[in-house]
């Protein structure tokens, strides 16, 4: 099934065991994926090099934020909690906080001005957002003309294929990980939509050059596109 929507209380829930996570989020992020995320994030880190704006959405504690290399980079993440980590990752790590800006807020109601974006993207966040259609609208809205946008995640697959990542995320992921937050996610899979599903409802927001480019074996995805006026 693909899903636009994700009811209020489910959401809510959602973000608690997300911010439980956020102690073990990288940890658990990486034994789940081999150690292969950094690699797929290497790819939005690329990106960010020569845009001058960016916005990461579902910033959550910073993992990618810190890394990205535009002049500016805005991270919205409706939890405060997840903010307040990765301002003291940026302490750890001696990087100036300087050009980061944390907006708490949700995708789905940016407050930030029109046309200020010359890249958006969302990292392992896009199949957290509780109506994602109207963040899409929202992420368009925010992006000059020519700004890109990317997103980053586990590929939903409405065939025996996705069932496999399915019990990969609900019954593998937590031996390997030694935690339960894989559960949760494995309940987020079952609600996401698939890349072509989201695709379709990019370009009937009115983004152009709309591409899918799936990695490891159509286990993770990257949705590209373009505002082009
Ligand atoms: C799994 S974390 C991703 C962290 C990071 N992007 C990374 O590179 O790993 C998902 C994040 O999405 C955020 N999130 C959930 N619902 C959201 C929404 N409606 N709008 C924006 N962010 C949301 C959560 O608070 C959480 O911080």
Known sequence: MDALKIDSDEWKNLENVLEEMIPH?????????????KKWRKILINESCNKEVAVE????PGTLAMMLKSEKIFCVDPSAQMHKIARERLKQAKI????FE????????IPV?????????????????????????????ILKNNGKFMILDIAKHNNIYGTLIYNYIKH????ITGSDAPKML???????????????????????????????????????????I
């Open 57 to 60: 959405i579902g910033s959550g």
């Open 96 to 99: 100036s906080p300087e050009k």
């Open 25 to 37: 989020y990288d940890n658990i992020n990486s034994r789940m994926t081999f150690g292969m995320d």
């Open 172 to 175: 593998i992921a937590p031996v």
């Open 186 to 228: 494995a309940k987020t899979y079952n609600a996401f939509g698939t890349p072509e599903y989201y695709a379709d409802i990019m370009k009937e927001t009115g983004f152009k050059n709309v591409q899918i480019r799936f990695l490891n074996f159509r286990t993770i995805f990257v949705l590209s596109a373009e505002k082009r």
């Open 102 to 109: 944390f907006i708490t807020a949700p995708a789905e109601k």
């Open 113 to 141: 001005s029109n046309n200020v974006a010359d890249f958006v993207c969302c990292a392992f966040a896009f199949r957290d957002f509780y109506d994602k259609k109207k963040a899409l609208t929202e992420i368009y809205r």
